[in-house]
């Protein structure tokens, strides 16, 4: 089975920066979109940033020009440059990826991340 897992969340002071990876793992043959949700305490969760495998990115316009997202074919992981980062940027981080083709299945497929912290002290 496909699995997720993220890391780089954490504790860290406006104008600072984290890095957050997410590496899936399984009988994975291709993943056309990799990105990164956020959802904040009484907010819905919302897209931050997703990149497919060709490189084409999109990033939510709160995050433009602060964060940077990249991938990693080879090793299947995507990751979440996050600099300047502000007390509303503070909330769940969620790895997802979608449209993935897996060995044994028909069709295509989501998954996501079990979620990470990511805390912005003013």
């Known amino acids: 089975q496909v699995q997720l897992v993220e890391s780089g969340g954490g504790l860290v002071q406006s104008g600072g920066s984290l890095r957050l990876s997410c590496a899936a793992s399984?009988?994975?043959?291709?993943?056309?979109?990799m990105g990164w949700f956020r959802q904040a305490p009484g907010k819905e969760r919302e897209l931050v940033a997703r990149?497919?495998?060709?490189?084409?990115?999109n990033y939510a316009d709160s995050v433009k020009g602060r964060f940077t997202i990249s991938r990693d074919n080879a090793k299947n992981t995507v990751y979440l440059q996050m600099n300047s980062l502000k007390s509303e940027d503070t909330a769940v981080y969620y790895c997802?990826?979608?449209?993935?083709?897996?060995?044994?299945?028909?069709?295509?497929?989501?998954?996501w991340g079990q979620g990470i912290q990511v805390t912005v002290s003013s």
């Open positions: 990149i497919t495998s060709g490189g084409s990115t």
């Open positions: 399984g009988s994975i043959l291709s993943i056309e979109v």
């Open positions: 997802n990826i979608a449209r993935v083709r897996e060995l044994g299945q028909a069709g295509l497929h989501d998954h």
